[in-house]
């Protein structure tokens, strides 16, 4: 990855320097993965700048996020972004906010209420975006590759090697290649409920930087991971398989066979920060942008590939079920083509996958006993 600090980072902004621009950031979802990940990133590199990690700890494992953040001297509101009332202590002073909350389940609300999942996703973006106008702070959205539709991503050329499904070179469909799929693949379809509400956060979004004059970025990232991710078969898999087999507990290879030859491109939290530190000092430059953010083909991996690297990382073999009914809402294969963002900020994945897991599995080994009731709960 290109050094970004050298070429864009504080000493590179004429007499002034950015630090000395003191930034106040709200970070909804601030106790979460990807929430905490970059507060900490940012405090790090810019120990004068004011966060606040709003978050309700619904997700089991965010509350461990809590002493890291006190640790780094960011404070931590227990509030809910549903609760247009719980922004009160954040008003004052705002520079940025970064709208990293969600209920991340593409399975959400298909068989129970999508009551949590759409006043979260949807209504709490609205309740963000209010807060961004009345205080003029710029505003960054962390949104998803499943705004993209099933239907049409599964109709995609692909062939089959021994070990995975890959993306043909000739396509029929807009906007995907060999590259991955890009910003102008075909939006119109279902994609899940999740999908859904992410897909109409961004529309609002787009209609805030037009009418109220605020600037945005809007993030459609892939398969996210690293440490202090609390992996789930539903959102979270890299963490979910190493952890499995750290511990030597069955998996499963569910649909398309059952061979574990579905695809993602995956990126590490560490890059996304890198990411995201650029697009907060950058507004002026980025505003109104959408990217698709992810580790594109050369770091990606199918489940199979995976369960070799877990087998080689930790030295454990587990047994895995083979079904061959595919699931509901699932895919075949989604790389993200992130060749826009390449060239507008200079920006590139730079962890492996082979370096991904292996800084997971040390992850759980340094904290395992803090994490297995989570990981295997």
């Known amino acids: 990855m290109q050094n970004l600090d050298r070429l864009h980072g504080p000493e590179s902004v004429g007499n002034e320097s950015l630090y000395m621009q003191k930034k106040n950031i709200l970070i909804t979802g601030g106790a979460g993965f990807v929430g905490s990940s970059i507060a900490i990133h940012i405090k790090k590199k810019y120990p004068g700048y004011s966060i606040i990690c709003l978050d309700n700890l619904k997700r089991r494992g965010s509350e461990l996020n809590i002493p890291r953040l006190g640790s780094h001297d960011i404070r931590f509101i227990h509030g809910d972004i549903r609760n247009r009332e719980d922004f009160y202590p954040c008003e004052t ?17 298909l068989n129970n209420s999508p009551d949590y999942l759409i006043n979260t996703n949807l209504t709490g973006t609205v309740n963000c975006l209010y807060l961004s106008a009345k205080t003029r ?69 787009r209609e805030f930087n ?49 061979k574990g030859k579905q695809v993602r491109d995956i990126l590490h939290i560490k890059d996304l920060c890198g990411l995201i530190d650029f697009q907060i000092h950058n507004m002026d430059k980025l505003s109104g942008s959408l990217f698709n953010v992810g580790g594109g083909q050369g ?8 369960t070799l690297l877990c087998q080689k990382v930790t030295g454990n073999k587990v047994r895995i079920e083979e079904v061959t009914e595919d699931r509901q809402a699932d895919i075949r294969i989604y790389i993200s083509d992130n060749s826009k963002v390449k060239a507008s900020t200079g920006w590139s994945p730079a962890t492996l996958v082979e370096e991904i897991v292996t800084d997971v599995y040390h992850w759980i080994k340094e904290n395992e006993i803090l994490l297995k009731p989570i990981l295997l709960g």
């Open 210 to 258: 037009q009418f109220c004059g605020i600037r945005t970025v809007i993030n459609r990232c892939g398969v996210l991971t690293g440490p202090w991710q609390m992996g789930k078969a539903d959102q979270g898999v890299i963490v979910l398989w190493v952890a499995r087999h750290f511990w030597k507990k069955d998996l499963g290879y569910f649909g398309y066979g059952g």
């Open 299 to 306: 770091i990606s991996v199918s489940l199979y590939e995976l």
């Open 93 to 109: 002073g705002l520079t940025t906010i970064i709208d990293a909350s969600a209920e991340p389940s593409v399975l959400a609300g």
């Open 137 to 205: 702070a710029d505003f960054i959205f962390i949104s998803t590759s499943r705004v993209y539709p099933i239907e049409t991503i599964e109709k995609i050329a692909f062939s089959e090697s021994s070990t995975r499904f890959q993306l043909s070179e000739q396509q029929e469909i807009t906007g995907v290649s060999g590259n991955g799929i890009a910003e102008n693949f075909p939006i119109e379809g279902f994609r899940s409920l999740y999908g859904a509400t992410k897909l109409s956060s961004e529309f609002l979004i």
